[in-house]
């Protein structure tokens, strides 16, 4: 009996979808998002960039943010383009008119209920392999915040709440305060 054929997608099929359909493709399947965003995931997906963009202003610094949506394209081999609710890119090399091109130096995912393995576990893993110095994991329904820094070649974790000012890793002066934002 013949096994079932599956399909591999790839940088072309995710490049030809329709403007209106949101999808990831990672290691050639495509996954649909289906469901908008919470307002609360809006919420703190703007005061984030805000928060990030104006620092890296401030310090007129090479780095560049980008919400979501965004492609990053992690690997050359064509079977992996997420977007990340928000990435940070400082080697603007990587950058391209259809988005990043290589692991960016800091991704933030806000976990919706339908996929949060899809953040903790999947995601998770693809960054750590492709290199992302930082990773942060932030959850609206637990108000946690994981942060994963790359050490050597693999992540070190830290837990944080919404109450607590959480240093990010990638920069030398920049600290985050939860309790600051206007959730």
């Keep these: 009996m013949p096994l079932a054929q599956t399909n591999l997608y790839t940088e072309e099929d995710y490049y030809n979808l329709p403007e209106d359909v949101r999808a990831e493709l990672i290691d050639g399947s495509l996954i649909y998002n289906q469901a908008a965003p919470s307002r609360i995931h809006q919420t703190i997906l703007s005061e984030l960039h805000t928060t990030i963009n104006n620092y890296i202003k401030s310090r007129s610094s090479s780095c560049k943010v980008y919400p ?31 988005g990043c091109s290589g ?7 806000i976990v919706s209920p339908s996929n949060s393995s899809h953040d903790y576990v999947r995601k998770l893993n693809l960054y750590m392999d492709a290199g992302v110095r ?12 994981f942060v994963y ?28 305060d939860f309790a600051e934002l206007d959730l």
């Design 149 to 176: 820094y790359l050490e050597k070649k693999n992540f070190k974790a830290e837990a944080y709440t919404f109450h607590d000012k959480i240093k990010v890793n990638i920069y030398d002066d920049l600290y985050i």
């Design 103 to 109: 692991a960016p130096d800091w991704i933030i995912e």
């Design 68 to 98: 979501a949506p965004f492609a990053v394209k992690l690997r050359e081999d064509r079977t992996t383009i997420v977007e990340p609710d928000i990435s940070v890119i400082c080697d603007r090399n990587k950058l391209t008119d259809q």
């Design 134 to 145: 930082e990773y942060w994991i932030v959850d609206p329904s637990k108000s946690s915040i």
